[in-house]
């Protein structure tokens, strides 16, 4: 009776695994979790060495921008310099209001867009940066705007959405 | 004695003034007019606890909003409006005959070929660039060791670096821009 009533499977059995039906189904991609945006460590750099430095291309021109700052990344991996991230910072529009030459009113001329991309390296050395700097301008194309400073908190900041209720908040308690 | 003498003789002088002056119950001098003891206290009590209470409250929100992860604003450049994916908008291209198509496989070599060679010399310069400075470097400690550790420490000065893209043209000499005002339209996105 003992023998009968057991359910064990032996592997040498014809029913080994059975009621087994998962190798059956599609097999599900484990679903990602959506990654806090964190604010990496800023390196500070030593004293022949900058830390993190931003490379920011700013102008009216999209597509321009856009090239350029590949051009900027590839030529960075190209020199094995360390870059960080490349990334966009949102877009500004703005509204051109002309003055009539006979007239009071003021009429709608344009409306401009001014696109920012990033390029963040880290580990310039300090004999390389006026080399690199000489590269970039030499090959900087017109209409473009070029800033190159040290990576900050306010920099990150300026990223992420505003909260004016915690903001509110937290000028009430102190 | 003497004291409440002269109370009595500038009182009738000042009841005047006390009886205008609606912070004043009655007629009388400050000490005799509102009943000090009792009610203070109480008001202070609940003013603490109720100002607790509200401080908790306030401390709950914080948190709560603080849980939320901060977001990073969207990106207006990498969405494509909608108008722009309608299926209306095709092109139909002419036919090209095989001269032409030829003429441009040739061109585009050529191209590609002149590039090539853009980029060679860049890189050339480059390197020329980094040995020559190697060099002076190597020469320079060979020189004087301190004047070479001054020069390989890093310049505070050169960042931040602004620098103007060349224009097309040089700007016109005395031209006078209509008056005019910018408007900043950006859409502010709150979380």
Redesign the interface.
């Known amino acids: 009776d003992a023998l009968l009533g057991c359910h064990r499977f032996y592997r040498s059995r014809p029913t080994h695994g059975i009621g087994k039906f998962k190798y059956l189904l599609p097999k599900e991609v484990p679903k990602r979790r959506k990654e806090?945006?964190?604010m990496k460590e800023i390196d500070a750099?030593t004293?022949?060495?900058?830390g993190d430095?931003n490379i920011q291309m700013t102008?009216y021109d999209?597509c321009l921008v856009e090239h350029f700052a590949q051009y900027v990344h590839r030529l960075c991996n190209r020199?094995s310099i360390q870059v960080n991230e490349s990334y966009?910072?949102?877009?500004?529009?703005?509204?051109?209001?002309?003055?009539?030459?006979r007239g009071s009113k003021?009429q709608l001329?344009a409306?401009l867009t001014t696109?920012q991309r990033v390029v963040q390296i880290r580990g310039l050395s300090?004999?390389?940066?006026?080399?690199l700097?000489?590269?970039i301008?030499s090959n900087?194309?017109?209409?473009?705007?070029?800033?190159?400073?040290?990576h900050t908190e306010a920099d990150f900041k300026s990223?992420?959405?505003?909260?004016?209720?915690?903001e509110e908040?937290?000028a009430?308690?102190s | 004695l003497c004291f409440f003498s002269s109370c009595s003789s500038w009182l009738p002088q000042r009841v005047a003034l006390r009886g205008s002056s609606h912070w004043q119950n009655s007629l009388l001098e400050l000490r005799t007019s509102l009943p000090v003891r009792a009610q203070p206290k109480k008001k202070k009590k609940v003013d603490v606890k109720k100002e607790q209470a509200q401080k908790d409250r306030m401390k709950k929100k914080i948190k709560k909003l603080e849980k939320a992860a901060p977001e990073l604003i969207p990106i207006e450049d990498f969405v494509t409006p909608l108008k722009y994916s309608e299926s209306s908008r095709v092109r139909s291209l002419p036919a090209l005959s095989p001269e032409e198509s030829e003429r441009r496989v040739l061109l585009l070599k050529k191209w590609c070929l002149f590039k090539q060679k853009q980029d060679e010399a860049e890189k050339k310069a480059i390197k020329a660039l980094v040995e020559s400075q190697q060099e002076a470097l190597k020469e320079l400690r060979l020189e004087s060791e301190e004047l070479y550790q001054a020069a390989i420490r890093r310049d505070e000065g050169l960042f931040p670096f602004e620098r103007d893209g060349p224009s097309y043209t040089p700007p016109l000499p005395g031209y006078d821009p209509p008056e005019g005002k910018c408007i900043d339209i950006t859409k502010v996105y709150t979380q």
């Open positions: 806090k945006v964190q750099g004293e022949y060495q900058y430095v102008s999209l020199l966009a910072m949102p877009t500004k529009t703005n509204e051109v209001l002309f003055l009539e030459e003021m001329d409306v696109h300090s004999t390389f940066a006026p080399i700097l000489e590269i301008q900087q194309p017109e209409g473009v705007h070029l800033l190159v400073k040290q990223r992420l959405k505003s909260r004016p209720e915690l908040l937290l009430q308690m």
